[in-house]
Nanobody
Framework: QVQLVESGGGLVQAGDSLRLSCTRS????????MGWFRQAPGKEREVVAA????????YSADSVQGRFNISRGSALNTVYLQMSTLKPEDTAIYYC??????????????????WGQGTQVTVSS
């Protein structure tokens, strides 16, 4: 069983930065491709960023290109989403997800098997 826990969300002002963490307790994430998704009220869940199992390949959605960065922690059980220059439209619940994988970066939520409970990010103008 893969249990994922997100942390690091909060209420910030436009232009601020936040770093979200996704941690697996009792195991590593080294065998999993990872993704960060978000869902705003009344909207569908959308991919924000994704990273391959090795960490060598990443993907960022157009809406966050140049502002958000996904990375793997050295402890192998954590994946980060560094968010900078936050905008009010970034307000959403952010979820991390894991997919057993050998290679590849995955953008579709349906491809991921394991999900965290989400962390709220609210950006005020």
């Amino acid at each position: 069983q893969v249990q994922l826990v997100e942390s690091g969300g909060g209420l910030v002002q436009a232009g601020d930065s936040l770093r979200l963490s996704c941690t697996r307790s009792g195991g590593t994430l080294s065998s999993y491709a990872m993704g960060w998704f978000r869902q705003a009220p009344g909207k569908e869940r959308e991919v924000v960023a994704a990273i391959s199992r090795s960490g060598r390949r990443t993907y960022s959605a157009d809406s966050v290109q140049g502002r958000f960065n996904i990375s793997r922690g050295s402890a192998l059980n954590t994946v980060y989403l560094q968010m900078s220059t936050l905008k009010p439209e970034d307000t959403a619940i952010y979820y991390c997800a894991a997919k057993e994988s050998v290679v590849g970066v995955y953008r579709q939520s349906s491809e991921y098997r394991y999900w965290g409970q989400g962390t709220q990010v609210t950006v005020s103008s």
